[in-house]
């Protein structure tokens, strides 16, 4: 079978949906037509991409790499393709949440410039690598350990942990706050792009009550509302304020890198650029930002969970 582009867009809806049926609708295409491709790519690649059987859909592990695949690949055709893209070729740098923090703006405004032919596009996306690995971004700003095949990272900068508190918890009281003092309260993690898991306490002083969110705004609003508090880093307090909200020192946690990531091989020819700059304005911090350059190549990555 010669695989074409448009066997690769049709495993990644019927990815996307879960279901044959819906991909099929979707595609406007029956659901015969739509189960043979899928085998045509099993047969090709000579592995099983989903378990499937009335009730029950899912891709393997094979199907979720080679999923990643299709889309970098689909992303790649479609950049390549653009006309727009024969002018102007913009470089897309994703996060998940609050980018380079409170150098965020004075990043943008540097490569404004520096740079005004290669426009800087930055994209939230909610997903663990902010859309690299799926090819809808260039580079990425990530927060903690980057554990993707295919990447390469480099450490910026590392930030202090801190709590979320509703303003009117006890807990905002506090000048500083331990993990101790956590463990009492129901802790709001979030499961796609958060840098906290229950395995940053010690396993015998764990909170017992969680509650799971997938993105930032979900994160904030149930601390909020006073159904959680929350772990994050110092970056959230600068990019996301809120009248109902109290952030304190987290005092026994370790630091969390921030990294710049970008996929192996041929990447966008301004990416260089970019991460010289991102070193760049985090050495222009002020005093009370004293994180160096050659202190945070230095900073070892700390042992443990971040």
């Not at 520096?114 to 996306?125: F, K, S």
């Not at 109290?246 to 005092?251: A, D, G, N």
């Given at each position: 079978?010669?695989?074409?582009?448009?066997?690769?867009?049709?495993?990644?809806?019927?990815?996307?949906?879960?279901n044959?049926?819906?991909?099929?609708?979707?595609?406007?295409?029956?659901?015969?037509?739509?189960?043979?491709?899928?085998?045509?790519?099993?047969?090709?690649?000579?592995?099983?991409?989903?378990?499937?059987?009335?009730?029950?859909?899912?891709?393997?592990?094979?199907?979720?790499?080679?999923?990643?695949?299709?889309?970098?690949?689909?992303?790649?055709?479609?950049?390549?393709?653009?006309?727009?893209?024969?002018?102007?070729?913009?470089?897309?740098?994703?996060?998940?949440?609050?980018?380079l923090?409170?150098?965020?703006?004075?990043?943008?405004r540097?490569?404004?410039?520096?740079?005004?032919?290669?426009?800087?596009?930055?994209l939230?996306?909610?997903?663990?690598?902010?859309?690299?690995?799926?090819?809808?971004?260039?580079?990425?700003?990530?927060?903690?350990?980057?554990?993707?095949p295919?990447?390469?990272?480099?450490?910026?900068?590392?930030?202090?942990?801190?709590?979320?508190?509703?303003?009117?918890?006890?807990?905002?009281?506090?000048?500083?706050?331990?993990l101790?003092?956590?463990?009492?309260?129901?802790?709001?993690?979030?499961?796609?792009?958060?840098?906290?898991?229950?395995?940053?306490?010690?396993?015998?002083?764990?909170?017992?009550?969680?509650?799971?969110?997938?993105?930032?705004?979900?994160?904030?609003?149930?601390?909020?509302?006073?159904?959680?508090?929350?772990?994050?880093?110092?970056?959230?307090?600068?990019?996301?304020?809120?009248?109902?909200?109290?952030?304190?020192?987290?005092?026994?946690?370790?630091?969390?890198?921030?990294?710049?990531?970008?996929?192996?091989?041929p990447?966008?020819?301004?990416?260089?650029?970019?991460?010289?700059?991102?070193?760049?304005?985090?050495?222009?911090?002020?005093?009370?930002?004293?994180?160096?350059?050659?202190?945070?190549?230095?900073?070892?990555?700390?042992?443990?969970?971040?």
């Amino acid at each position: 079978m010669t695989i074409e582009l448009r066997h690769l867009r049709a495993f990644l809806v019927i990815a996307e949906e879960g279901n044959l049926t819906r991909a099929a609708a979707r595609l406007r295409i029956t659901q015969p037509a739509l189960s043979r491709t899928l085998l045509r790519l099993e047969g090709h690649l000579g592995a099983r991409l989903a378990d499937r059987s009335t009730h029950h859909f899912v891709l393997t592990p094979e199907g979720r790499v080679f999923r990643d695949k299709a889309a970098l690949a689909v992303a790649a055709v479609e950049t390549a393709l653009d006309p727009a893209g024969l002018r102007s070729w913009p470089l897309r740098l994703g996060h998940t949440w609050a980018a380079l923090g409170d150098r965020t703006v004075a990043l943008l405004r540097r490569w404004d410039e520096t740079r005004p032919g290669t426009p800087l596009e930055l994209l939230r996306v909610d997903d663990p690598t902010a859309g690299l690995t799926r090819g809808r971004v260039d580079a990425a700003l990530l927060r903690g350990p980057v554990t993707a095949p295919g990447l390469r990272t480099e450490v910026l900068a590392w930030e202090d942990r801190v709590v979320v508190v509703p303003a009117d918890s006890p807990l905002a009281a506090l000048p500083r706050v331990t993990l101790a003092d956590l463990a009492a309260h129901p802790i709001a993690l979030n499961t796609v792009s958060g840098t906290t898991t229950l395995d940053l306490w010690p396993p015998s002083a764990r909170p017992t009550v969680t509650l799971e969110v997938t993105n930032t705004d979900e994160w904030l609003m149930t601390v909020a509302a006073g159904r959680a508090v929350g772990v994050t880093t110092s970056a959230t307090q600068g990019n996301h304020t809120h009248p109902a909200l109290v952030y304190r020192p987290l005092s026994d946690a370790p630091p969390v890198p921030v990294s710049l990531a970008w996929r192996e091989g041929p990447t966008h020819p301004a990416l260089p650029a970019l991460l010289a700059l991102a070193h760049e304005v985090l050495t222009q911090r002020g005093p009370a930002h004293e994180t160096q350059a050659h202190e945070i190549q230095a900073h070892e990555v700390p042992e443990g969970p971040v």
